[in-house]
């Protein structure tokens, strides 16, 4: 299971930052990530965080977002800073885990947080 926080209205410029936390029977995660769907657009990747990879930000966010993880809380954040109109969409973390050691990924989204950007 996951559970998003910390969307919310914001004025242009300003800062944001989102958390996604995993429960349950978790023994290794291979990544945590960010992705953003906005009005009448396809979801898109913002940030993805594979364990011990490069992480990979998409062009729109490099040098506004920041993404980071807490493995021993199994969470991972989404810094947002400079914060645009466009960036207006809901925000979900999409997080690839195994139960076992061995077990298979499974991969698993958040239920999505609105993040709101006014001009």
């Known amino acids: 299971q996951l559970v998003e926080s910390g969307g919310g209205l914001v004025q242009t410029g300003g800062s944001l930052r989102l958390s996604c936390t995993a429960s349950?029977?978790?023994?290794?995660?291979?990544?945590m990530g960010w992705y953003r769907q906005a009005p009448g657009k396809q979801r898109e990747l913002v940030a993805q965080m594979p364990s011990g990879g490069i992480t990979n930000y998409a062009d729109s966010v490099k040098g506004r977002f920041s993404i980071s993880g807490d493995n021993a809380k199994n969470t991972v954040y989404l810094q947002m800073n400079t914060l645009k109109p466009e960036d207006t969409a809901v925000y979900y973390c999409n997080v690839g885990v195994s139960g076992y050691y061995g077990g298979p990924n499974f991969n698993y989204w958040g239920q999505g947080t609105q993040v709101t950007v006014s001009s």
């Open positions: 349950g029977s978790i023994f290794s995660i291979h990544y």
